[in-house]
């Protein structure tokens, strides 16, 4: 089948200001939309610039709005699209430094603001191996362990798109992952920046983000799940 994508293009060292490019694709059913970026690339214009690693979902670098909703390239088949033309353009919220790749920093810095780690400094158990905990306390925080920080879900997000400044969706996903980890000592240092100005209280419970999600993570409900957290410890 014939195909025309309509990619956002732009570039800060030449006079144009941003515009779309449109390309005519041969494609197969199956192909992913990521595939059809390199065969523009690879075929017709070698400048087209945009982020990719893994091409299985895995890496989080390729989201992009895909037909005006953000996704994952390598994730995303044609036959899903269902349209002879496919628009592709660069996530909202954050700067576009060329064509599809866009400033991620604002979003990992935000995603650093909620100390991703896990906090414990109690001596370790005295076999001094590893700190155990039960099935049921390991699931309580194992949807949002799946996080690949894409930024789907933060750049879908209207509170965001308002000022940037709110700390967004994937970073409350983030906390969420150690806040309800047994082991962790940190939850309340995490709440408190979270029920900052910044906060899940910028949540206006949208969906969009939980739409937006390539790993199908019930974000809304997480950040439900910290808000409630919040309130119990105020
Ligand atoms: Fe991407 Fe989902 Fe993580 Fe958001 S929560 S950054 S959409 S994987
Ligand atoms: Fe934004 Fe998701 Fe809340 S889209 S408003 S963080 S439910
Ligand atoms: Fe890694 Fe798409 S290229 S998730």
Redesign the pocket.
């Known amino acids: 089948m014939r195909l025309t994508l309509k990619i956002f293009r732009y570039d800060p060292n030449t006079s144009a200001g941003p515009h779309y490019d449109r390309f005519q694709v041969e494609a197969d059913p199956n192909d992913r939309v990521l595939d059809l970026l390199e065969a523009v690339r690879g075929d017709q214009d070698d400048t087209l610039s945009f982020r990719r690693s893994c091409a299985h979902g895995v890496c989080?670098s390729d989201?992009m709005r895909i037909n005006g909703l953000n996704a994952l390239a390598c994730k995303v088949l044609v036959k899903d699209l269902n349209s002879d033309t496919i628009q592709i353009e660069p996530l909202l919220g954050l700067r576009v430094e060329k064509d599809l790749i866009v400033d991620m920093e604002p979003f990992f810095a935000h995603y650093r603001s909620i100390l991703p780690y896990l906090i414990n400094d109690e001596p370790l158990p005295e076999d001094g191996k590893e700190r155990l905990q039960s099935e049921a306390e390991r699931e309580r925080f194992d949807d949002t362990t799946?996080?690949?920080?894409?930024?789907?879900?933060?750049t879908s997000c209207p509170s965001f798109w308002a000022d940037g400044q709110t700390i967004g969706?994937?970073a409350i996903?983030n906390a969420h992952r150690f806040i309800f980890d047994s082991r962790d000592r940190g939850r309340l240092k995490r709440l408190k920046i979270l029920a900052g100005q910044a906060g899940v209280w910028r949540c206006r419970t949208a969906f969009n983000?939980t739409e937006?999600?390539?790993?199908d993570?019930h974000?809304t409900r997480a950040i439900a799940e910290v808000k409630q957290e919040i309130l119990k410890h105020s």
């Not at 799946?146 to 933060?154: D, N």
């Not at 937006?212 to 790993?215: G, L, S, T, V």
């Open positions: 989080g989201a799946k996080c690949i920080l894409c930024a789907a879900c933060t969706p994937a996903v983000c937006a999600c390539p790993r993570i974000i």
